[in-house]
């Protein structure tokens, strides 16, 4: 069960920490001495709910998650969550005032953009309150001033509003949560899945947030949820019938939020293993002093790369803007036309792997995650460097 430790910069799945493989696989075997692997036992089972148990009180501890909202793991990931939001969301507003009312979209980069089309696929009332392209010369990489579009937010009756808090293709990651939003009454729903854990955030602000596991904190296959009770409440009491009427897509049953609520998140077959892991990465984020100790690493990170890139700004070109670069996934190209595939080649020879960018984007993307470590983004920013100096 050893490897060398790996200097991986993939978007996703991403490397986890070394000790919770080396310990989930031991479990996957024999999970603490009863003679079966930790994916071998019922999901009901005493054990499995202790993982449960277990997974969401650490996550209700690292995250400081009040009592006013509930903690649970679906099957799925993010693109399920894109489907499951925009149902169980609609169904709660008209839980709440007996419209569907118009779900709203902050634009910022594709996935927020793939989730409003999967919204308006299913045919929910939705729209985009910006398109982060209109305001960039057709392009994402920056986020338009709450002057140019919170007024939207009181032109309608909006049953909730959406944004991906951390935009993994295109490096476009909110500062922080807008104003705006904070200081109206419409429920925020945000995707997290390539931030959650990665800096200290008030829970209290969000409606719902939604985060596929496999970046920051697990393997593929499951997603974690943190939702107001009070939106579980009004999802409840939104007939089927009254939905049928005002055409609302009925939300499958295993993707129904309080369904699973009620079940603990084992209502159907929870992949217990791949919580396991969640559960191993959130008690090592404990002991290592918490998302403010992650968080700090992370911002150092992140300074490493961007810094390293700037001082080389004649060589390699970083298309967001400055206030929004994201601290997770640092975008960038060369300027120099022919140089990408030896830039690449020379990063692996050091063993720099995974810093491809994005089909859709080209150039490059580091992605440093919370498992990257200090060490392997300092040989990064040494190596980003001597390429520039060594090929201008
Ligand atoms: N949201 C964000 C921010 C992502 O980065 C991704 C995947 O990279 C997704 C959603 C889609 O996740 P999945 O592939 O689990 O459906």
């Keep these: 069960l050893e490897r060398e430790e790996p200097s991986h910069f993939g978007a996703g799945p991403a490397q986890l920490p070394t000790n919770v493989l080396q310990q989930a696989a031991k479990d996957l075997v024999n999970y603490q001495g009863i003679g079966l692997g930790i994916g071998e036992i019922s999901h009901r089972s005493g054990d499995a709910t202790e993982v449960i148990e277990s997974a969401k009180a650490n996550l209700r501890n690292l995250m400081n998650i009040p009592d006013t909202h509930e903690v649970f793991f679906m099957q799925g990931g993010g693109t399920t969550g894109f489907s499951s939001l925009a149902t169980n969301l609609t169904a709660a507003h008209v839980g709440k005032t007996g419209s569907k009312g118009t779900a709203g979209y902050l634009i910022t980069g594709s996935w927020s953009a793939k989730s409003l089309e999967e919204a308006q696929r299913l045919g929910i009332d939705s729209e985009a309150i910006f398109n982060a392209k209109d305001f960039n010369n057709g392009k994402f990489g920056s986020i338009p001033a709450e002057s140019e579009w919170a007024a939207k937010l009181k032109s309608k009756d909006y049953s909730y509003i959406y944004l991906c808090e951390n935009e993994t293709v295109h490096g476009v990651e909110w500062p922080q949560l807008p104003r705006a939003l904070i200081d109206s009454d419409v429920e925020i729903v945000a995707d997290l899945s390539s931030d959650i854990l ?137 300027k120099k036309e022919g140089l990408d595939k030896k830039f690449l080649d020379e990063a692996a020879a050091l063993k720099l792997t995974g810093l491809k960018g994005h089909r859709s984007v080209g150039g490059f993307r580091a992605s440093i995650y919370n498992a990257v470590s200090v060490e392997s983004t300092k040989t990064l920013a040494q190596f980003i460097e001597d390429f520039a100096s060594k090929n201008a």
């Design 198 to 334: 990665s800096r200290e955030i008030d829970v209290s602000q969000y409606g719902v947030i939604m985060a596929g596991a496999q970046k920051n904190i697990g393997l593929a296959g499951l997603t974690i949820y943190i939702i107001k009770k009070s939106i579980l409440e009004n999802i409840s009491s939104a007939s089927l019938d009254k939905l049928r009427q005002l055409g609302v897509p009925i939300t499958p049953i295993a993707f129904e939020y309080p369904t699973v609520v009620k079940n603990n998140s084992a209502y159907n077959t929870i992949p217990i293993f791949t919580l396991h892991i969640i559960d191993l990465v959130l008690r090592q984020i404990i002991a290592k002093g918490g998302v403010a100790a992650q968080q700090k690493e992370n911002e150092l990170k992140a300074e490493l790369l961007y810094t390293a890139l700037d001082k080389y700004s004649d060589f390699y070109a970083v298309p967001v803007a400055e206030e929004c670069r994201s601290k997770m996934n640092v975008v960038f190209t060369l």
